[in-house]
């Protein structure tokens, strides 16, 4: 079984720059007041899918900030540690949403949030199998 290892001396902090973008995107948008939300968004948009595709995208961005050696040798390690660290932003979106003017914290926005996440790293670890785009016979 292999053993976690520390990151290497060459990894660059620059790699959580992506991710500390969106996360800095999302408590922005979290900070926002309801009525000003809305007014962004068209009336018809669901919540559930912003959600959903924000945090695919924090997903996206905390397995870049991974050292590719590392994601390549514990991959599965990385898929984890994505989930429950996209989660753990989650909830404490959702607690900071709870102090903002007309906005409340959902159970179900979290939900939607690791489901981003979850697709994300299952999208990856798919494509790090090999098997996407291959053709069946």
């Known amino acids: ?3 976690l290892q520390p990151l290497p001396e060459n990894y660059s902090i ?3 720059v992506p991710c500390l973008l969106v996360m800095g995107t999302i408590f922005f948008l979290s900070h926002t007041p309801g009525e ?3 007014a962004l968004l068209p009336s018809e948009t669901n919540d559930k899918l912003c959600h959903f595709l924000a945090y695919f995208v ?3 961005s905390f397995l870049w ?3 590719p050696s590392w994601r390549q040798k514990f ?3 990385a898929a984890i540690l994505v989930v429950f660290f996209s989660f753990l932003y989650g909830c404490f979106d959702e607690f900071h949403q709870s102090f903002i003017v007309s906005r409340t914290a959902d159970g179900a926005d979290i939900i939607a949030d690791s489901c981003g996440a979850i697709c994300c ?3 990856w670890l798919f494509i790090l199998s090999g098997k996407f785009g291959k053709k069946r016979r």
Do not use: N, V
């Open 36 to 38: 000003e939300i809305a």
């Open 1 to 3: 079984m292999k053993t």
């Open 58 to 60: 924090l997903a996206a």
């Open 121 to 123: 790293s299952i999208l």
């Open 14 to 16: 620059m790699r959580m």
């Open 65 to 67: 900030a991974f050292s």
């Open 75 to 77: 991959p599965f390690y």
